[in-house]
């Protein structure tokens, strides 16, 4: 931890910077005890620090500088990175931090096992059911800590979503208090998550856009230490605005889009993100016919909704011949597509699937599409 510091106060003493300045900047009331190495600086804090003083260096040299303040740090410290780095998309320091977390102490390998977890989720590594067993497998052992109790109520959340259980969301939510947590970040992060999931079914289940609204405007309030949680809220307000302003719903996923490629793009979830949202950002864009604007069409379903839009003979026979790939790869065809078949044949019948099949899948948000057709 000397070296670090070392290096800090070295590019402080280059570019001529008081500790008071410095200290006044980052909000930090221990600055001189920290550099001395007399007090451990907060992880928080030190990332303040490394964009204050060593904003001259390149994006590796301050990944490195990071990385040697987490193999340095204490417990706390490597708690808090770990949902920093789960936030803002570095996987290299992440998976530094879990394995780190994991030799801690027996509490502290729970919370990796999590997290490692999560991650798996993230990038599509693991089903729904294997997920929500291989969390279960982890409550049923010794489970004291009041933020062991809250990672997994959160991975109830996740599961729940994954699964289409809003109503179950809006009922675990309740009891889920961030606050026994001593690490401020550490209690504003995993509210955010929470309150992720509370507004998508506030959306989806309770079509309650006021309540869900309100949500995402306080998700919106915090940094870009929270990154993912941004994008989650700003997706979900571009989402909101979808069938009655195509100017916020456009500017919300634009914004979404432009945060995501700000973030590190070094891991599998990244792109996982950016493709959702480039879906969902086409999805808007064709819901209001707007074929001019820049479309990505990086999938099957897109390009589907696109050829409609556009609805030459030829381009509709293109879009059923995909439908119908689609069909033989899946084995069925989800709500949104059962919509698109209804628009290429005409047959209401379609659209009665597709609103019957949202709304099994708990989703009366998007259900209101097909239903404005009947």
Not at 123 to 129: D, K, T
Request: charged letters at 30%; one cysteine or more; a positive charge.
């Amino acid at each position: 931890m000397k070296e670090v510091m070392s290096e800090i106060k070295n590019e402080m003493d280059k570019k001529d910077m008081k500790q008071k300045y410095v200290a006044d900047k980052i909000k930090c009331k221990n600055l001189s005890n920290n550099l001395n190495g007399k007090e451990q600086m907060g992880f928080i804090m030190f990332i303040r620090l490394v964009e204050t003083v060593c904003d001259h260096y390149t994006e590796n040299k301050k990944r490195n500088l990071i990385k040697r303040f987490i193999l340095a740090s204490r417990d706390e410290n490597v708690r808090v990175a770990l949902e920093w780095c789960s936030q803002t998309g570095n996987s290299e320091l992440k998976n530094i931090a879990i394995k780190k977390c994991k030799k801690i102490n027996p509490h502290h390998k729970q919370i990796a096992d999590i997290y490692d977890l999560f991650d798996r989720r993230n990038e599509s590594r693991i089903n729904r059911i294997d997920f929500n067993r291989e969390m279960d497998e982890i409550r049923n052992s010794t489970v004291s800590r009041s933020e062991t109790k809250l990672l997994l109520n959160i991975g109830k959340l996740y599961y729940y979503s994954d699964s289409g259980n809003y109503r179950g969301i809006l009922d675990e939510e309740s009891y889920m208090d961030p606050n026994v947590l001593r690490s401020e970040y550490l209690a504003t992060s995993l509210r955010l998550r929470i309150l992720e999931r509370k507004a998508t079914a506030l959306i989806k289940y309770e079509n309650n856009l006021v309540q869900a609204t309100k949500i995402l405007e306080e998700i919106l309030q915090k940094g870009d230490d929270f990154a993912f949680s941004l994008i989650n809220a700003l997706s979900l307000m571009s989402e909101v605005h979808l069938m009655k302003d195509f100017d916020l719903s456009a500017g919300f996923i634009r914004k979404a889009i432009k945060l995501c490629e700000k973030i590190s793009q070094d891991n599998k979830r990244y792109l996982l993100q950016k493709r959702q949202l480039e879906s969902t950002h086409d999805f808007i864009m064709l819901y209001h016919c707007r074929l001019n604007e820049e479309l990505y069409l990086n999938s099957k379903p897109e390009l589907i909704h696109f050829l409609i839009r556009r609805g030459s003979e030829e381009d509709l026979a293109r879009a059923t011949s995909l439908l119908k790939e689609l069909e033989t790869e899946n084995g069925k065809l989800t709500p949104f597509q059962l919509y698109y078949k209804a628009l290429i044949t005409g047959e209401k019948h379609y659209l009665i699937k597709s609103q019957r099949e949202f709304h099994r899948a708990g989703d009366f948000f998007y259900s209101q599409i097909p239903s404005k057709l009947l």
